[in-house]
């Protein structure tokens, strides 16, 4: 009988729970909830307070029941007395719960706890006398999730568009219950509106949640960070997880742009490859529209941002502007330059080629060069430097002005800019002999030969031949010439006396030179000696001799005048008191008549005797 009353008691008490009245005498309490993490042990404690009218205690009847929803109905999972207890059957918790009771208090302890466990537990205690009491737990699983997943748009957000565009998506998995996801921008919280949250539940019971982040995006963001945070509840609090940050492209037009020549470095000359290159802060950086200044209306050939000019030449110059083509076409957002192309001519010389100028005049030569810059002339001839400046005067020209003049034209402040022109200088003139005298005397023994030298100089060069009256026995030996002086030199046997004619003409003029030579006996020459030793008192000797036989050449003269008487024996003695030598002894005849003669004889008698003397005897 005991056991068909515990067997239906169940139903009974059910029964009972709804119809019977409550306890008039007594307490009954517990947790409202009980916090507990998944897969932990959950113990939720049922206490009460009942005795009889002695204050005994009464015989209690403790169920335990489980409310699936809270709409459904209670499913028993536990009863039992003093005497016996009983964990039902066929349950979600026929192996997984332990009941101990005694007469102040009921404990279930739930093992292993399941996301199905998150639900109201029901403590029944019926007495006898009383009647039956009835409280309530709510069970509260939780289940933190797995670290949230951002991932970031791998597209650009354009800061142009006029809806928000997403920027990044947070997923969080394997979490109850649902947990709550906040976006962040550089660590601060941005307004729930920005996030949209498609929350889901797997069939085991988990939640996920995938939020999107839709942002207009503004300029600054693209260095900005976005992250997300999710927050989700456990026992006895709130925790939350950072996920990674992400940075995103942020697409924005140019507000500012850089223009700049790229080449060449320094000046730009005509005939230079000029490339100019701009550059905007958008992003991405803009391909650009080139033009000129002064003629916007025409767009430049350009590639993306590189205008390249080539070859450039002095209408080149001027102002170049460039606009990106990422900007509003109203927005006044451009760069600019200005590039001036530097020139210099070629070097203009009057007179021009070649001029002809007559020796003795003056000459003004220029040589100018059109520039942009100023210049700096120099003259040179025979590559030496001749003067300075544009302005070149030759006064009193001679043949040695003849020549090439060459003139450079150099910008000091751009050497790479110069320029060249030449005049060629001639100078004309008639034949001017070299030398002073135009008429030569000359004397030369007969026999010799002579050489006659005639130079002349002169433009054309003169031309030179020869006349020679009085010996056919010449010739030439020398000929030679440069640009405006020649030279001939004939050799001449003299013969008899010669009158030699050097004739020299050009186009302009004609001169002649004369030499004229007088032919003189030869004179036969002693066998020369070569003196001895003692040379010098030789010398003496003769010297005496000469002045002896000069003065009875006197004294000759005398006595055939008659101015000297003549001597006893017809002959006059001269006895030199002074001499140291030999005695010398000249005789003297008249040469006029035939039986006149004057023999001279030098008579060395004793050149070691002491009374050495010179006589001179004179005979008619």
């Known amino acids: 009988m005991a056991f068909l009353h515990r067997t239906f008691l169940p139903l009974f008490l059910h029964f009972c729970l709804f119809n019977c009245s409550a306890w008039t005498k007594g307490e009954l309490t517990t947790q409202e909830t009980v916090e507990v993490y998944l897969g932990d042990s959950a113990q939720i404690l049922c206490q009460y307070n009942v005795t009889d009218g002695n204050n005994q205690p009464s015989d209690l009847f403790v169920q335990w029941f489980v409310r699936p929803d809270i709409t459904g109905s209670l499913e028993p999972i536990f009863y039992g007395d003093d005497k016996g207890q009983e964990v039902l059957d066929n349950t979600d918790y026929s192996d997984r719960i332990n009941v101990t009771l005694d007469y102040q208090e009921t404990q279930l302890t739930i093992q292993n706890v399941q996301l199905s466990d998150n639900r109201q537990f029901i403590c029944h205690v019926q007495e006898k006398v009383f009647g039956f009491a009835v409280v309530t737990t709510d069970l509260r699983v939780f289940a933190p999730p797995d670290a949230p997943v951002i991932k970031g748009v791998m597209t650009g957000i354009s800061v142009t568009n006029e809806m928000p565009s997403k920027v990044a998506s947070c997923e969080v998995r394997n979490s109850f219950p649902e947990p709550n996801i906040t976006w962040y921008k550089n660590s601060m919280p941005l307004m729930s509106s920005a996030g949209h949250a498609n929350v889901s539940r797997d069939p085991r019971g988990f939640f996920s949640v995938q939020s999107t982040l839709e942002y207009k995006a503004v300029r600054e963001d693209e260095d900005a ?235 054309p060069l003169p031309s030179i031949s020869w006349n020679i009256i009085g010996t056919q026995n010449w010739k030439e030996v020398v000929r030679k010439s440069n640009e405006y002086v020649a030279q001939s030199v004939v050799s001449v046997n003299v013969t008899s006396d010669i009158r030699a004619l050097c004739n020299v003409c050009n186009d302009v003029g004609t001169e002649v030179k004369a030499f004229n030579i007088k032919a003189i006996p030869s004179v036969t020459t002693p066998a020369p000696f070569t003196p001895a030793k003692g040379s010098g008192v030789i010398i003496v000797v003769i010297i005496l001799c000469l002045l002896l036989l000069a003065i009875s050449s006197v004294l000759y003269f005398l006595y055939r005048k008659g101015i000297i008487p003549p001597g006893r024996s017809g002959n006059l003695d001269i006895i030199s008191e002074e001499t140291a030598i030999n005695d010398i002894v000249i005789e003297m005849k008249n040469i006029e008549d035939n039986e006149e003669s004057v023999d001279l004889m030098l008579i060395n008698r004793d050149r070691n005797g002491p009374d050495d003397q010179l006589a001179i005897v004179v005979d008619e």
């Open 225 to 459: 960070y976005f992250s997300c945070e999710v927050s989700f509840f456990v026992p006895g609090g709130v925790r939350t997880l950072e996920s990674n940050s992400v940075n995103i492209t942020v697409y924005y037009p140019s507000t500012k742009v850089e223009m700049w020549r790229e080449s060449p470095q320094g000046l730009v000359k005509e005939g230079d490859t000029v490339e100019l290159r701009c550059h905007g802060d958008g992003n991405p950086p803009p391909s650009f529209i080139f033009h000129r200044k002064q003629d916007q209306d025409v767009d430049l050939e350009s590639s993306g941002h590189v205008l390249i000019l080539s070859p450039v030449s002095r209408n080149h110059s001027g102002i170049y502007q460039c606009r990106p083509l990422d900007s509003d076409e109203y927005a006044d957002v451009k760069g600019e330059i200005q590039l001036p192309v530097h020139y210099l001519d070629p070097a203009v010389v009057v007179p021009k080629d070649s001029e002809v100028m007559l020796k003795g005049e003056d000459l003004t030569a220029t040589c100018n060069a059109l520039s942009s810059l100023k210049t700096h002339t120099v003259w040179y001839k025979d590559g030496k430097q001749v003067g300075t400046g544009n302005t070149l005067h030759l006064q009193d020209a001679t043949y040695g002005t003849t020549g090439q003049y060459h003139c450079e034209v150099s910008a000091p402040s751009f050497p790479a800019l110069h320029s060249s022109g030449s005049v060629h200088i001639i100078v004309r003139g008639g034949p001017q002999l070299v030398g002073e005298d135009q008429e030569v005397q000359l004397e030369e023994a007969i026999g010799r030969m002579v050489n006659l030298s005639c130079e002349a100089e002169g433009s």
